[in-house]
């Protein structure tokens, strides 16, 4: 039986898979695609002055005029039939085809200076698998341990030979099929050795990468984790944190939404060849498109790009896998692309860039993340701790942003599935965590917003995964004002106008963990908060947009005066979360805000507990906007509000 003692000092009988991967008899060929790329000779016309265009001999200009014409028609109809027969096989399955053009800096392959609205890329390996992907592999670990230090990585002991070994994790898609697991009724068979055949196409993947790279371990959660043993779970996905930073890199299948998937892509581009009018030759490539969607976004059709294309990328759990890793080596379907604290590369090199041009990198949140942690040591160009400590909470809440746009299968894992995140994050914060939100900034972590259309809405999970003030309580997208990547920058605030203006009080904030784990699940969690207080009903009305019927909520204070609500969850389901029309309804004030050139005020609407009496629970917030100065936090409802003191659960 094999012992790891982890990097915490802890130790447990794992499968001897986990402990050491040269102890499996493969009995895996994996075969290598040694076929070339498809080449075409063509002569491609892309403009009949100065694009390029068979070169031929010419008796008369009428002859030649002909001829051009010829060879224009021809080489458009088989280049055509080309991209038509290329679009057709990669859309069987149905969905959106782009193709790109470009050139390469490559000796014998160049294109006349003309032509300089070609774009110049790099091609990417034709398989992911291949001896050149490899290659390429080993040369970003090997640059990144030179320039970014390799102080970072963990190592793992195991108790038989008191030999220190560096591992990999491996992050991927359980997907719909059941894949191999460890439970307590096949703990011991583990621990003998597991049949190659049983294992997914993405373990076999992994493990083959794993011994190509040089290492003898592998960390898959699936495999080291006993899943049916509650206790050993709690035990487990605590130690997440220690466990993706701690190893040397992360394999993930990021192509792949099963088991099934593996690792590997084919990526071959398409070679196009000629003579310009001068007589130069040419060459260029065409290939897919390649998206560099790979941070979460959100409700729009880049969203379904990500999923569609990285559909790792899309699953909640994998969000702390990615961003607690040193290095993460990202199998994608067009090409391998590398992330590590320091850096972002791909192998068509424009991954920082989102295909935006070439000027400015896009900010990517791993390494915006990394950056906030080493400030926190370093300092940051003479920054003030609490500058570093306000940059560090405004990407807290960025990050939620990006996590609850992701999919969870169980919304009991809502807060354990970022709770390594969370560990890691309060080393440096010294704050403490408060499901999900934290006590330095809880002002701010408390202005969590839903604005989820009606129908892409749930119902509240009861029992409650976290206090409804949390934004772990729901499993719509929590949105924020002020976020780093998606909403305004540092310029856009106007100077000498602070933030946020609060006006509640927030008397005490207590918060019961039902595990072992304080960034896990929670027990109980209470908010008592002193502000003004309005009371209205609550309203529901129903109309047709785009065909569809849509559901929005008010509340109303008088025949004359009522605000919309952006709900929680969806209100009309049957359950303890059911809320209908004539609801009373408290509307706190909270905060006025600012965003670019505006300002928002924002409310919470709660409801009176069915589980606790003399309690409440928010259902929603409301937002009174008007540009800078214009919004009177005393008027309106608030005119004849009292102040009182609520307590939130």
């Known amino acids: 039986m094999g012992w790891l003692r982890g990097p915490l000092g802890s130790q447990r009988p794992i499968p001897s898979f986990c402990a050491a991967v040269k102890d499996i008899e493969l009995g895996y060929g994996h075969v290598m695609d040694t076929s070339s790329w498809l ?5 491609a016309v892309l403009d009949t002055t100065q694009s390029p265009m068979a070169s031929v001999s010419r008796s008369s200009p009428e002859v030649t005029i002909i001829v051009d014409i010829i060879i224009i028609i021809l080489t458009i109809i088989v280049i055509a039939i080309i991209i038509i027969i290329f679009i057709i096989f990669h859309l069987s399955s149905g969905g959106r085809f782009e193709v790109e053009l470009f050139a390469t800096e490559d000796d014998d392959c160049l294109i006349p200076d003309s032509w ?3 774009p110049t890329l790099w091609r990417t390996s034709p398989r992911t698998d291949s001896g050149e992907a490899l290659v390429k592999i080993m040369g970003w670990i090997a640059q990144c341990i030179i320039d970014h230090s390799d102080s970072l990585y963990g190592v793992v002991k195991l108790l ?5 070994a560096s591992y990999i994790c491996l992050s991927h898609c359980w997907g719909h099929e059941q894949i191999i697991t460890t439970t307590r009724l096949t703990l011991e068979e583990r621990t003998k050795g597991i049949a190659w055949k049983d294992l997914s196409k993405t373990f076999q993947d992994a493990i083959y990468l794993t011994r190509t790279l040089g290492f003898d371990y592998i960390w898959i959660d699936s495999l080291c984790i006993i899943r049916d043993d509650s206790r050993d779970w709690e035990i487990e996905s605590a130690k997440m944190a220690t466990v993706y930073s701690g190893g040397r890199l992360t394999i993930a299948a990021t192509r792949s939404s099963s088991g099934r998937g593996g690792l590997f892509a084919r990526t071959e581009d398409f070679k196009v060849s000629g003579k310009a009018p001068d007589g130069e030759d040419y060459c260029l490539y065409f290939r897919e498109r390649i998206d560099h969607q790979i941070d979460a976004v959100f409700e729009t059709a880049d969203s379904i790009s990500s999923e569609k294309y990285y559909p790792l990328l899309s699953r909640a759990w994998v969000y702390q896998e990615r961003m607690l890793s040193t290095r993460v080596f990202h199998f994608g379907r067009y090409e391998l692309f590398f992330e590590c604290n320091s850096n972002t590369q ?8 989102h295909g ?7 900010p990517l949140i791993k390494l915006e993340y990394a950056d906030a942690l080493s400030n926190y040591d370093l300092g940051y160009e003479g920054q003030a701790l609490s500058n570093i400590e306000y940059q560090c909470a405004r990407l807290w809440r960025t990050m939620v942003c990006c996590y609850t746009a992701l999919f969870l299968t169980k919304s009991k894992d809502r807060l354990p599935s970022i709770g390594g995140l969370a560990r890691q994050m309060a080393t440096k914060r010294q704050s403490k965590y408060l499901a999900g939100l ?3 900034s809880l002002k701010e972590d408390l202005l969590w917003m839903v604005y989820t259309r009606s129908k892409l809405k749930k119902a509240r999970p009861y029992p409650l995964n976290a206090p409804t003030w949390s934004w772990a309580s729901v499993e719509s997208l929590a949105d924020y004002g002020n976020v780093i990547v998606f909403t305004i920058m540092d310029g856009e605030i106007s100077e000498g106008r602070p933030l946020y203006k609060h006006f509640s009080t927030i008397d005490k904030c207590e918060v019961e963990e039902s595990a072992i784990d304080e960034f896990g699940s929670i027990a109980h969690g209470s908010l008592t908060i002193s502000g003004l207080v309005a009371e209205g009903l609550l309203e529901r009305e129903a109309r047709l947009h785009d065909g569809e019927e849509m559901i929005q909520h008010y509340v109303s204070f008088s025949d004359t005066m009522r605000v919309r609500l952006d709900t929680d969850y969806l209100l009309d389901d049957e359950g303890l979360g059911h809320t209908g029309p004539g609801t009373p309804i408290l509307y706190l004030r909270m905060s006025l805000y600012q965003e670019g050139q505006k300002e928002f005020l924002l409310s919470f609407a709660l409801r009176k507990s069915a589980r606790t009496s003399g309690c409440f629970e928010r259902i929603g917030t409301s937002r009174t906007i008007g540009s800078l100065g214009t919004v009177d936090p005393d008027g309106g409802v ?8 609520l307590v939130i659960i």
């Open 638 to 645: 608030f005119r004849t509000a009292k102040s009182r003191t």
């Open 116 to 118: 300089d609205y070609i």
């Open 346 to 353: 791909c192998e068509c090199k424009s991954i920082r860039y």
């Open 438 to 440: 934290w006590e330095e």
């Open 39 to 43: 080449v075409f000779h063509l002569a």
């Open 356 to 362: 935006a041009g070439f000027e400015t990198p896009v």
């Open 160 to 164: 038989e030979t008191g030999a220190k």
